[in-house]
Nanobody, 117 residues
Framework: QVHLVESGGGLVQPGGSLRLSCTAS????????MGWYRQTPTEQRELVARIRSSGLTNYADSVKGRFTISRDNAKKTVYLQMNSLKPEDTAVYYC???????????WGQGTQVTVSS
């Protein structure tokens, strides 16, 4: 089994920052595109940022200019730096990815991000 462990969430005031981390098991991380997703109780899981094995990134419009995705292949870890956080960023954040077009890993537990004053 290959799995993911997300961490770094918490409670932050509007305008604040958090850095999420996601560490993978297995041996395919370096050749995998990895993405950060988020989900609320009332919304479907949405992709907010993605980074290819080449380092090329793309972002959802709602987070563009505020969030930055990066990766460290030696540590099998993908990061999400979140700045200028807004209450609507409140969600459980997950990561996933794979070497092909579909997600390869089992979904992790996610990490809760709450933006509130």
């Amino acid at each position: 089994q290959v799995h993911l462990v997300e961490s770094g969430g918490g409670l932050v005031q509007p305008g604040g920052s958090l850095r999420l981390s996601c560490t993978a098991s297995g041996n395919i991380f370096s050749i995998s595109a990895m993405g950060w997703y988020r989900q609320t109780p009332t919304e479907q899981r949405e992709l907010v940022a993605r980074i290819r094995s080449s380092g090329l990134t793309n972002y959802a419009d709602s987070v563009k200019g505020r969030f930055t995705i990066s990766r460290d292949n030696a540590k099998k870890t993908v990061y999400l730096q979140m700045n200028s956080l807004k209450p609507e960023d409140t969600a459980v954040y997950y990561c996933n990815g794979g070497p092909g077009s579909s997600n390869y890993y089992e979904w992790g537990q996610g990490t809760q991000v709450t933006v509130s004053s």
